[in-house]
Each structure stands twice: as structure tokens, then as C-alpha cells.
């Protein structure tokens, strides 16, 4: 006998499917929203001033929002966005530190159990359902329509007023950077700030402080004496096993190390734990950039040098370069191949990576250390030296340093500022440090209306997005 069909329920009162998250991030960073003070689940209000930019990778959805509260104050902090409030804890938020700055969670759904922090604190968290400017099927047809772009018109539209602003906030980031190298030269030589700034390269964002501990563990003066009492083809092990064995990198069991490594480390080994052990994080890089990896690369170009004047080595190449069109060719003093068949194919001791990569320091890592360190250091390196020659090479080779590959915060900010591609002005390395300067100064804080490039984006902010 067929079973008789159920009858469907009137198309006006069936509920929509719930929003997915790409819909529930397009509607809060246009503000699409009933009305301008929000109420969060535990009853307090809050006002967007800035909804936060979407970096992408790992961590939070959205960084760097702006909320107000009643009385007046401005909360600052991520935001993450969820269609439903348990997925905080389903996604593992909870025991995860890079969400400890989250200001707020915006989900579609509530659940029974409020999300919480890694220290057990309670997330503020907005619900949408019920609190939008228009009904969700008409928002989903709106976002499917919408052509992809940025949200915020960029601040400055003209390129030479563009690259003039980049140029002047590129100037400023390094001779500020500069400054505080010099003051640093008073203290320690200047092996021993290249060694550490180096060192911390090797870092990224993630693990630049446990970079700098370490150049504090292994004292240059201790890494040079150690490597001039062996032979040259020891060194290079020798380099490795000292900075990766005192960082904490090194596995405990013999059979995960090459063989060389390993009666290396042995010979070194003084029984003590790592302080440093723990403090590593490898998730979200690419395994190329696993921090193991690299200061295994910077030991291999530590090992070639330390037995000479290596920091006279660095300022010969420094002057040579300013005499030429482009600086480019400095990047080149840093790149490092592997010199074994371990590296090529290995993240770390217990991580394989599915194809060969020799390079443990490659040309873009290479670039941002000459960026970062080299040219800072040696323009310090002149004003306290009182060598005006030296300074201005520096200077003049940063000026004409081509374009590093960037990060997302540079990424971003070309695209805020001015969109620089590809319209704009050519993007160089002073340029993108200009851009990492007008971020860290004002765009992080949203302080437009002190920012040299935004006035627009000021405007921009006293107006509804979602309403206009």
C-alpha cells in the first residue's frame, strides 16, 4: 500500500537553512543589521565603530574590530564568526591561544553552553537571527549577486600622492628601526646584533621571541669558539646540533636524527632541559617554514663565517650594492642549500615533506632578512660609527630594494590604502614597510583621523555601510 505523502509546510512559513559563514562574515562587515546598538546574549549593547579586516589563515575570523559600548568606551579586539555558538568548541577555540584576543563571537544559533576562552573566561557573543536590516533570503540573494572587492574604498586614489605617502612611511619605519638598533650598539658588538636579529628572522611572527632566547642561550662568543676548535667539514653539524640542541628542537631518541647530528649533540649535550622546549609553534606555517628548519638553515650559514670579520664581509656588500640601479643582488648573501640529503626532504626530524626542497633559507626569506636586518643594522652601524658613507649606502639601498612577497598584513594594506595593483604605484620594500608603518601606527587602532592616508577612510566611517 504507498504511504500517503507528508504535506509540505507553505512556502511562507518554512525557515530558511541556516547561513553559512561567508554569508554571516559578508553581512557583519557591511553592517547589515537592524539597528546600530547590538544586544549580546548576556544583555549588554555594543556598537560596531570597525568590524575588523579578514587576514585569512590561521586564527580569527576578523582582526582588529572596533566595538563601543554604552558608556562610551571602545573594546577592541578579533572577532570570530560561527553559524552556530557550539562550533567555537567543536573547532577547538577553547584550548587554542590565538583566539585568546577574541573581543567577540558572532554566531547565527546559541547554544546551552557559552563559549569560553583558554584561560576559561566567557566570550561576548552577538546572535544575529532576529537582529538583521532585512529578511536572510534577501541578504543570501544580495551576497550571491555581489561581486567579490573590498569592503572599504581605498583611502587614497591618486598615485602619486600614493607613492609619495609610501615613501615618506617607509623612511620612517626604517630610521625609526634603525634608531633602536644603534642605541642596541652601545651594549653589544655588532657581530652580536646581526647574530641576534638573524636569529630572530628565522622566527616569523610565531617564534620571534623564542628566536631571540636563543641567540641569548648560545652566545655568539660561545658558537665561535666552539666552531673554530673543529675542522671545517665538522662545522656545519656542529652549528646545527649546538642552536637546535639548546632550543629545545631536537627529538630525545637517536633513531629520528641524522647520524652526524646526533654524535654531534651528544659531544655538546651538558644533561640540562631546554628552557626553550614547549615555547615553539609550527601550526599554521607551511612545513618549508617550520622553525626547526629554519635555524638549521642560519647554523649552515653561521658555520661558513664566524671564523672571519663576517660583519666586514656584510658592509663591503653593503657599499658595493649602493653604487648599482637595484639592491637586489644582496639577497643573495643569505640564501642556504642544504648541504646533505636530510633537509631537502624533511620539515623536521619526525616530519617529511612530500617533495624536495633544498633551499632552507630561499630567496623571499633572504629578502626580508635584508630588509629587516641587514640595512637597519649597517645604517645604525654608520650613525654610531659617525660614517655618513656608510649610513647613506644603507639608506640607498633600501630605497631600491625591489618588493619582498609580503604578508598578509601588507597585502591588505596595499589594497586599503590605495589598491596598488594594478593601478598604483609600483610596490618596492620601502613601500611595503611604509605600509606595515601606517598599520602598526593608526590602521590597527583605526585611528583615522590621525593617519596620513585617511581622511577618506574617516569619512567613510561615520557613514552606515550597511545601510548605504
Same mark, same amino acid.
Given at each position: 500500500?504507498?504511504r500517503?505523502?507528508?504535506?509540505?509546510?507553505?512556502?511562507?512559513?518554512r525557515?530558511?537553512?541556516?547561513?553559512?559563514e561567508?554569508?554571516?562574515?559578508?553581512i557583519?562587515?557591511?553592517?547589515? &543589521?537592524?539597528?546600530p546598538?547590538l544586544?549580546?546574549?548576556?544583555?549588554?549593547?555594543?556598537r $560596531?565603530?570597525? *568590524?575588523g579586516?579578514r587576514?585569512?589563515?590561521?586564527?580569527?575570523?576578523?582582526?582588529?574590530?572596533?566595538?563601543e559600548?554604552?558608556?562610551?568606551? #571602545?573594546?577592541?579586539?578579533?572577532?570570530e564568526?560561527?553559524?552556530?555558538?557550539?562550533?567555537?568548541?567543536?573547532?577547538?577555540?577553547?584550548?587554542?591561544?590565538?583566539?585568546a584576543?577574541?573581543?567577540l563571537?558572532?554566531?547565527?544559533?546559541?547554544a546551552?553552553?557559552?563559549?569560553?576562552?583558554?584561560?576559561?573566561?566567557?566570550?561576548?557573543?552577538?546572535?544575529?537571527?532576529g537582529?538583521?536590516?532585512?529578511p536572510?533570503?534577501?541578504?543570501?540573494?544580495?551576497?550571491a549577486a555581489?561581486?567579490?572587492g573590498?569592503v572599504?574604498?581605498?583611502?587614497?586614489s591618486?598615485?602619486r600622492?600614493?607613492?609619495?605617502l609610501?615613501?615618506t612611511?617607509?623612511?620612517?619605519?626604517?630610521?625609526?628601526?634603525?634608531?633602536?638598533?644603534?642605541?642596541?650598539?652601545s651594549?653589544?658588538?655588532?657581530?652580536?646584533?646581526?647574530y641576534?636579529?638573524?636569529?630572530a628572522?628565522?622566527?616569523?611572527s610565531? @617564534?620571534?621571541e623564542?628566536?631571540r632566547?636563543l641567540?641569548e642561550?648560545v652566545?655568539?662568543?660561545?658558537?665561535?669558539c666552539?666552531?673554530?676548535?673543529?675542522?671545517?667539514?665538522?662545522?656545519?653539524?656542529?652549528?646545527?646540533?649546538? #642552536?637546535?640542541?639548546?632550543?629545545?628542537?631536537?627529538?630525545?631518541?637517536?633513531?629520528?636524527?641524522?647520524?652526524?647530528?646526533?654524535?654531534?649533540?651528544?659531544?655538546?649535550?651538558?644533561? =640540562?632541559? +631546554?628552557?626553550?622546549?614547549?615555547?615553539?609553534?609550527?601550526?599554521?606555517?607551511?612545513p618549508? @617554514?617550520?622553525?626547526?628548519?629554519?635555524?638549521?638553515?642560519?647554523a649552515?650559514?653561521?658555520?661558513?663565517?664566524?671564523?672571519?670579520?663576517?660583519?666586514?664581509?656584510?658592509?663591503?656588500?653593503?657599499r658595493?650594492?649602493? +653604487?648599482? =640601479?637595484?639592491? *637586489?643582488?644582496?639577497?643573495?648573501?643569505?640564501?642556504v642549500?642544504?648541504?646533505?640529503a636530510?633537509?631537502?626532504?624533511?620539515?623536521?626530524?619526525?616530519?617529511?615533506?612530500?617533495?624536495?626542497?633544498p633551499?632552507?633559507?630561499g630567496?623571499?626569506?633572504?629578502?626580508?632578512? $635584508?630588509?629587516? $636586518?641587514?640595512?637597519?643594522?649597517?645604517?645604525a652601524?654608520?650613525?654610531?660609527?659617525?660614517?655618513?658613507? &656608510?649610513?647613506?649606502?644603507?639608506?640607498?639601498?633600501?630605497?631600491?630594494?625591489?618588493a619582498?612577497?609580503?604578508n598578509?598584513i601588507?597585502?591588505?594594506m596595499?589594497?586599503q590604502?590605495?589598491?596598488?595593483?594594478?593601478?598604483?604605484?609600483?610596490?618596492?620594500a620601502?613601500?611595503?614597510?611604509g605600509?606595515l608603518?601606517?598599520?602598526?601606527?593608526?590602521?590597527a587602532?583605526r585611528?583615522c583621523?590621525?593617519?596620513?592616508?585617511?581622511?577618506?577612510?574617516?569619512?567613510?566611517e561615520?557613514r552606515?555601510?550597511?545601510?548605504?
Open positions: 500500500m504507498r500517503p505523502t507528508p504535506e509540505r509546510a507553505p512556502a511562507a512559513t525557515r530558511a537553512p541556516d547561513p553559512e561567508a554569508l554571516l562574515g559578508w557583519w562587515q557591511r553592517r547589515l &543589521l537592524r539597528e546598538w544586544t549580546l546574549t548576556d544583555g549588554s549593547r555594543l $560596531v565603530v570597525f *568590524a579586516r587576514w585569512g589563515g590561521a586564527g580569527p575570523d576578523l582582526r582588529g574590530a572596533v566595538l559600548r554604552p558608556d562610551g568606551t #571602545l573594546l577592541r579586539g578579533d572577532v564568526l560561527h553559524a552556530r555558538e557550539g562550533d567555537w568548541r567543536v573547532h577547538g577555540h577553547d584550548r587554542d591561544p590565538d583566539y584576543a577574541v573581543a563571537h558572532v554566531v547565527w544559533r546559541p546551552a553552553t557559552a563559549a569560553r576562552r583558554l584561560d576559561g573566561s566567557v566570550v561576548p557573543t552577538l546572535v544575529l537571527d537582529q538583521l536590516a532585512a536572510l533570503g534577501l541578504l543570501r540573494a544580495r551576497h555581489a561581486e567579490p573590498p572599504l574604498p581605498a583611502c587614497v591618486e598615485p600622492r600614493l607613492a609619495a609610501l615613501d612611511a617607509g623612511a620612517e619605519r626604517f630610521q625609526e628601526r634603525a634608531a633602536a638598533l644603534e642605541g642596541d650598539l651594549c653589544v658588538e655588532v657581530e652580536a646584533l646581526l641576534r636579529e638573524l636569529l628572522a628565522m622566527g616569523y610565531r @617564534n620571534k623564542p628566536c632566547r641567540a642561550l652566545p655568539l662568543a660561545e658558537l665561535r666552539v666552531l673554530a676548535e673543529r675542522p671545517p667539514a665538522q662545522r656545519a653539524e656542529i652549528a646545527q646540533a649546538l #642552536l637546535l640542541g639548546r632550543a629545545g628542537l631536537l627529538p630525545a631518541h637517536a633513531q629520528a636524527l641524522p647520524e652526524g647530528l646526533w654524535r654531534a649533540w651528544q659531544a655538546l649535550d651538558d644533561g =640540562r632541559p +631546554s628552557p626553550l622546549r614547549g615555547s615553539w609553534r609550527r601550526d599554521g606555517a607551511r618549508a @617554514n617550520s622553525p626547526t628548519r629554519r635555524i638549521a638553515g642560519l649552515l650559514w653561521l658555520a661558513e663565517r664566524l671564523t672571519r670579520d663576517w660583519a666586514a664581509d656584510l658592509e663591503q656588500a653593503v658595493r650594492a649602493a +653604487s648599482r =640601479r637595484t639592491s *637586489a643582488e644582496l639577497a643573495e648573501l643569505f640564501r642549500c642544504a648541504s646533505d636530510f633537509w631537502p626532504s624533511h620539515a623536521d626530524f619526525a616530519r617529511p615533506m612530500s617533495g624536495a626542497q633551499w632552507l633559507i630567496r623571499g626569506r633572504a629578502m626580508e632578512m $635584508v630588509v629587516s $636586518v641587514l640595512l637597519p643594522v649597517m645604517y652601524l654608520g650613525d654610531w660609527r659617525r660614517d655618513e658613507t &656608510l649610513s647613506a649606502a644603507a639608506l640607498r639601498c633600501y630605497r631600491r630594494f625591489p619582498t612577497p609580503g598578509r601588507t597585502r591588505a596595499a589594497e590604502v590605495g589598491d596598488t595593483a594594478p593601478r598604483g604605484p609600483r610596490l618596492s620601502c613601500r611595503q614597510q605600509l608603518h601606517l598599520y602598526r601606527r593608526w590602521c587602532e585611528w583621523e590621525r593617519c596620513p592616508a585617511g581622511a577618506a577612510a574617516a569619512r567613510l561615520l552606515d555601510l550597511g545601510r548605504a
